[in-house]
């Protein structure tokens, strides 16, 4: 059974840092890729950051130069380290796993965490 763990999220003031984890279980860690995701009240889940299983990783336009996503392959864990937090980055933080089985895509989320950026 997959199972994703998010953590890390809080109340921060603008210009400040967090740093989320996922801990995941059940998958071949080192060959999924993870992702991280948001959801701001009254508006869709969008995509924040990715690594990919070769280490590649992608970012969205408004949290360039300012998120690193890393992962451990060995703690089975992904993390999502945010600095220069502005109040627009307020939204619950959603891990993501994604990996193919006989063709077919499996995908997976963690729970959420809130992180809340006063200004």
């Known amino acids: 059974q997959v199972q994703l763990v998010d953590s890390g999220g809080g109340l921060v003031q603008a210009g400040g840092s967090l740093r989320l984890s996922c801990a995941a279980s059940g998958i071949v860690f080192r060959l999924t890729v993870m992702a991280w995701y948001r959801q701001a009240p009254g508006k869709q889940r969008e995509l924040v950051a990715t690594?990919?299983?070769?280490?590649?990783?992608n970012y969205a336009d408004s949290v360039k130069g300012r998120f690193t996503i890393s992962r451990d392959n060995a703690k089975n864990t992904v993390y999502l380290q945010m600095d220069s937090l502005k109040p627009e980055d307020t939204a619950v933080y959603y891990c993501n796993a994604v990996r193919y089985s006989g063709g077919v895509k499996l995908e997976y989320w963690g729970q959420g965490t809130q992180v809340t950026v006063s200004s």
């Open positions: 690594s990919t299983s070769g280490g590649g990783t």
